[in-house]
């Protein structure tokens, strides 16, 4: 059983050598007194594993012959981020980076729909989170940004199971 995983979701993950350095820019953007956190969910503060989501809701679980399917002929990408802005939720906002769709993402992102899903954010919107924050507490928005960021590896996480795939 894997934590208060309700469905699978397919990240492609940062670089680590880039990874840490997005988190310590998470870190001294966003004070810690603004994060929200949940006593009975560990996931939310922080985010300190840099990655894109590729796709969430899979059910069943993916297994890792499903996951080498979806990344055949995959070689390592770059992708841009391009602001820093947030979304909001019932309980607390995001605070994100957009992430510039390019044909690598929009690619696995087709793959990936071809597997059973309920996913119900059907349009994609590349991002990158970087903390989860309390309602209104964050306001420094950022348009214009051109970071690029080195993706090399993946991870799936679901309710059964979880695993990193490695180009």
Known sequence: M???????????RVSPDYGSHIV???KTAIPP?????DPDDPTYGYSE?????LKYGFIPD????????????????DVVLK???QFNNEKYDVVKFDVEKNDQLMELRNRCDKY??????PDYHPHMTLAYVKKGSFSHIREGLKI????????????????????
């Open 24 to 26: 310590k820019l998470g």
């Open 83 to 85: 602001a820093l802005t």
């Open 148 to 167: 690029k960021v080195p993706i090399t590896g993946f991870k799936y996480s679901g309710p059964q199971c979880s695993f990193y795939v490695n180009f």
């Open 33 to 37: 007194e603004i994060l929200y956190t």
């Open 116 to 121: 059973q899903n309920e996913d119900s954010y």
């Open 49 to 53: 594993e840099p990655h894109v989501t």
């Open 2 to 12: 894997n934590g208060n995983v309700e469905k699978g979701c397919l990240m492609a």
């Open 62 to 77: 993916l297994q890792k012959r499903d996951v080498a399917n979806i990344l055949k002929h995959m070689k390592p990408f």
